[in-house]
T-cell receptor, first 112, second 116 residues
Framework: KQEVTQIPAALSVPEGENLVLNCSFTDSAIYNLQWFRQDPGKGLTSLLLIQSSQREQTSGRLNASLDKSSGRSTLYIAASQPGDSATYLCAVGTSNTGKLIFGQGTTLQVKP | DTGVSQDPRHKITKRGQNVTFRCDPISEHNRLYWYRQTLGQGPEFLTYFQNEAQLEKSRLLSDRFSAERPKGSFSTLEIQRTEQGDSAMYLC??????????????FGPGTRLTVL
């Protein structure tokens, strides 16, 4: 059974700092991995999707990497801003059904 | 692009009552997913449709839960005889599946259910 873990559960950093969020999964046979952002009481916004054949994806200040062999993904946020404050969720797609298995999320606070 | 919409945004009901939620996906998307999220947890998969066919249901989806997507467009999720444990955020997502590769899921704002 695939399990997804995100550490730490919460993170507080000063504005401008570069940071890394971690995601680990137990079964390396994944179809894809997605990173989402969730603001309080809101739905999820897709940030990056990495297919199983890819090693990384970049969008603006965000870079996500994937290492299937070690069961890990990282989301790198450069030059953090207060507007980046949110919960970041990692989700693993286990087949072409699109079904996603989510981690519990890391709640990020960027202080001005 | 109107995005994924869900209605209602909030629902408060008494235990034992039936509730129905609606999801309108992005218009050209052929896949539609339902997830449930409780406080402090990541979303959990409930079920998904490809066009009008319901292709997978989680064991979380007890007999009290039923979902439909009658014309391959909007979907409804009904919960019968609600229990306090049903209190959660119900999220809908849609995607365009082209038969290969990965499809990004786009989420709606969710329906927050409170069962008293």
């Amino acid at each position: 059974k695939q399990e997804v873990t995100q550490i730490p559960a919460a993170l507080s950093v000063p504005e401008g700092e570069n940071l890394v969020l971690n995601c680990s999964f137990t079964d390396s046979a994944i179809y894809n991995l997605q990173w989402f952002r969730q603001d309080p009481g809101k739905g999820l916004t897709s940030l990056l999707l990495i297919q199983s054949s890819q090693r990384e994806q970049t969008s603006g200040r965000l870079n996500a990497s994937l290492d299937k062999s070690s069961g890990r993904s990282t989301l790198y946020i450069a030059a953090s801003q207060p507007g980046d404050s949110a919960t970041y969720l990692c989700a693993v797609g286990t087949s072409n059904t699109g079904k996603l298995i989510f981690g519990q999320g890391t709640t990020l606070q960027v202080k001005p | 692009d109107t995005g994924v919409s869900q209605d209602p945004r909030h629902k408060i009901t008494k235990r034992g009552q039936n509730v129905t939620f609606r999801c309108d996906p992005i218009s050209e998307h052929n896949r539609l997913y339902w997830y449930r999220q409780t406080l402090g947890q990541g979303p959990e998969f409930l079920t998904y449709f490809q066009n009008e066919a319901q292709l997978e249901k989680s064991r979380l989806l007890s007999d009290r839960f039923s979902a439909e997507r009658p014309k391959g467009s909007f979907s409804t999720l009904e919960i019968q005889r609600t229990e306090q444990g049903d209190s959660a955020m119900y999220l809908c997502a849609s995607s365009l599946w082209r038969g290969m590769g990965a499809d990004t899921q786009y989420f709606g704002p969710g329906t927050r259910l409170t069962v008293l």
